[in-house]
């Protein structure tokens, strides 16, 4: 199984590669795995050297009690693409995956890069008086909610999970709270609390906004009509960008659909890269 070890504090993240041509980093979102963008990689590996990986704390990469920040997974992200000495690079960030790879180009620019691939992720997640383009539950979701949501982890994770793939997937409304101790242990039984707490507050403190402005390669933006922002987020991105920006809307999809259909995310992707 291949590693590498980060130079920081030698965490051990795991990765795999299919494919060859130029390099796709597929960056995976918050209490997932490589393998949740996996199959988008294995339609693409035809044409293209596919690398998939898990964020420290998280998959088989080591289960770490430290650096369990956005910035942190972007630094994570930096080192393993020149650890694999890739250049011209395309990433894809779905979510949270979306929101390292923000957070990369405000640390490192489009060092490496030749293009961005945002899948439904907000520059800013946290909602405020003057910002209303960020998570969208029934309500905007602010820090009120962010800091409820922090307690409810600590006193009943299974609820929370309940409430929040209720937002995912419309016909977990209808499953009972009686049953969310089991969804706890279903995503508990891969992944640590105390790393999906920190990585989840992480995620919604960041302000990402800044560093729009440094997006200096194409990007694209896949907006599933279903999914958990407006509109304004990537029209924020696109007006921001110092290089075009692509926006394909996928209808009748929510925030899971690199999971649900990845054909269509992977052709989308094949698309935009043919063309940049």
């Not at 596919?50 to 920040?69: E, F, M, P, V």
């Not at 945002?118 to 998570?135: A, H």
Request: net charge negative; charged share 20%.
């Amino acid at each position: 199984m291949p590693y590498y070890n980060t130079n920081l504090d030698n965490i051990q993240l795991y990765y795999e590669e299919r494919g060859s041509g130029e390099p796709i980093v597929f960056v995976h979102g918050w209490s997932g795995s490589g393998k949740t963008l996996m199959p988008m990689a294995e339609i693409l590996k035809d044409k293209y050297h596919c690398i998939t990986y898990d964020h420290r704390g998280l998959g088989a990469s080591t289960r770490a009690n430290k650096g369990l920040t956005i910035a942190q997974l972007a630094r994570d992200l930096k080192e393993l693409i020149d650890f694999l000495g890739l250049k011209d690079v395309t990433l894809v960030g779905h979510s949270m995956g979306a929101a390292t790879v923000y957070s990369y180009l405000g640390q490192f620019g489009c060092e490496n890069l030749k293009r961005c691939v945002f899948i439904d992720m907000s520059p800013k997640t946290l909602n405020d008086d003057e910002w209303k383009f960020g998570y969208h539950e029934e309500e905007l979701y602010d820090l009120p909610k962010l800091l409820a949501d922090m307690e409810l982890m600590n006193q009943n994770f299974g609820l929370f999970q309940l409430r929040f793939m209720s937002g995912l997937v419309p016909a977990i409304k209808s499953v009972p709270e009686a049953l969310a101790p089991n969804m706890a242990a279903g995503l508990l039984g891969v992944n640590d609390l105390q790393i999906l707490k920190s990585l989840w507050f992480s995620m919604f403190i960041a302000d990402h906004r800044p560093s729009m402005e440094k997006l200096t390669v194409p990007s694209l933006y896949v907006y599933p009509e279903q999914g958990l922002y407006p509109m304004g987020a990537p029209d924020f991105i696109k007006s921001q960008a110092k290089a075009p920006m692509e926006l394909v809307s996928i209808p009748n999809a929510g925030h899971l659909i690199p999971m649900v259909n990845p054909v269509v995310v992977a052709q989308a992707i094949r698309e935009f890269l043919e063309k940049n």
